[in-house]
């Protein structure tokens, strides 16, 4: 027994230097164990159906005002384009563009020596014309008096001399003088009126404002010859008051119902992003476009469009003439109203899970429902987002809509509740 007990000891000790098997380290089976403990439950918890990752809006209350939006360009509301009735050679050029200039100032002037000349022409020929007057008026005289003696004459002798020949001449010379003397008076309002042509050009050969405001262009310089001969060549381009300007947009035919003079409209420019302008639609055209340009031809295929006008306050001068803006003009305000998101209103559950899950092509945004219009006055509904994940179908029925939000009615749906519109992707 003592061998034994020996053996087992010399045993023990020989295999305390060596490494323990694989098989036989406790700890390694009691991490295997905690491993496949670990998928079990996964297996069983985790095994269950997936709930969609929903995509949620609140339920809004508030007024929706209803917009149309426009392009168009800047214009002052009186442009004056300034030309010149007077042909010759431009010898002063007074202002240049973005000068402020009164009403009556000078602008340019234009060489008169032809037409100094053609007054001095003028005046001669009046001045003839008047001889002409006076030496018919001295003719006249002379008849009348040689006239009158042979009257005289003749109620002396009793009717024997002169004789009714000799009356008649004196008569007939008589005639002639009083014609001779309104011709004179004829030519010389004649000349009277060529001199004050000749004037009338004179005063015309220097261009003045014919209104207060600013210089936006000018197309002569000194030296150019300007020939007004056929048509009124322009010389300068103003602008009566950029203080208050005009805004003409194109609305489209399906918006122009909707638009009407007095409503309020904002506009942005590209000059100053971010930026909105406050203006007042002023008219709106009742002819279209197309009819309004007669050079072209209109065809069923031609987009309708009528322009608008509004006015414009640039007190502080940033905006100019011909800046490009995009209105947006207020045409209607629905009040204070249940607004959803369109995307709420198109939303099926069967139809988005049978689109795809949630490993088929999933809806991360509503950039088509958002554009989409909901029929007014239709019944619709809107999947609303329970506490507990569950859906809760509840109809509404539709008002307006601005193509984003629509006005919706309804008993159970109240404002802050979540609707559904779309399915995102679960979270890995």
Do not use: C
């Not at 030309?83 to 008169?112: C, F, K, P, Y």
């Not at 122009?256 to 639609?281: C, I, K, L, S, W």
């Not at 029925?397 to 979540?418: A, F, N, W």
């Amino acid at each position: 027994m003592n061998d034994s007990a020996t053996q087992d000891d010399i045993a023990s000790y020989l295999d305390a230097g060596k490494p323990k098997k694989w098989y036989k380290r406790r700890w390694l089976w009691v991490f295997v164990g905690l491993l496949l403990l670990g998928i079990a439950a996964a297996v069983v918890f985790g095994g269950g159906e997936q709930r969609p990752n929903y995509i949620t809006a609140d339920v809004e209350e508030r007024s929706l005002d209803l917009t149309v939006t426009a392009t168009g360009n800047l214009r002052p509301t009186n442009q004056v384009e300034v030309g010149s009735e007077v042909s010759g050679r431009i010898d002063r050029v007074l202002v240049d563009v973005n000068d402020v200039v009164v009403r009556g100032q000078v602008l340019a002037v234009i060489n008169t020596d032809v037409i100094e000349d053609q007054i001095t022409q003028g005046r001669a020929s009046l001045n003839a014309a008047r001889a002409r007057v006076a030496q018919a008026q001295a003719t006249l005289t002379a008849d009348q008096a040689q006239l009158a003696r042979l009257i005289e004459v003749q109620r002396l002798s009793g009717g024997r001399v002169p004789s009714q020949t000799e009356l008649d001449q004196a008569q007939a010379s008589v005639n002639a003088g009083r014609a001779s003397v309104a011709a004179a008076r004829a030519d010389v309002t004649s000349a009277e009126a060529q001199l004050s042509s000749y004037q009338t050009q004179y005063e015309r050969a220097v261009i003045r404002s014919p209104v207060s405001g600013v210089v936006l262009a000018r197309q002569v310089e000194p030296g150019q010859t300007v020939a007004a001969s056929f048509n009124t060549p322009t010389l300068f381009v103003l602008a009566e008051d950029l203080a208050t300007m005009q805004l003409r947009v194109n609305l489209d035919e399906a918006d122009v119902g909707t638009v009407e003079a007095g409503q309020e409209a904002t506009f942005t420019v590209d000059a100053y992003p971010g930026r909105r302008f406050p203006a007042t639609v002023e008219r709106v055209d009742l002819a279209s476009n197309n009819i309004a340009d007669t050079s072209s031809s209109t065809s069923s295929q031609e987009v309708v469009s009528y322009e608008a006008r509004l006015t414009v306050s640039n007190g502080d001068g940033l905006l100019r003439p011909g800046m490009t803006a995009t209105a947006t003009i207020a045409t209607q305000s629905t009040g204070r109203a249940m607004l959803v998101p369109n995307g709420a209103l198109r939303f099926q559950p069967e139809t988005e899970e049978e689109a795809g899950g949630i490993f088929g092509p999933q809806e991360f945004g509503l950039q088509e429902d958002e554009q989409a219009s909901i029929g007014e006055g239709s019944r619709q509904h809107v999947q609303v987002l329970q506490d507990d994940g569950t859906l809760r179908a509840i109809e509404v029925t539709t008002g307006r809509s601005d193509g984003r939000l629509t006005v919706v009615t309804s008993d159970e749906l109240q404002p802050g509740m979540k609707v559904v519109t779309g399915i995102g992707a679960n979270a890995d």
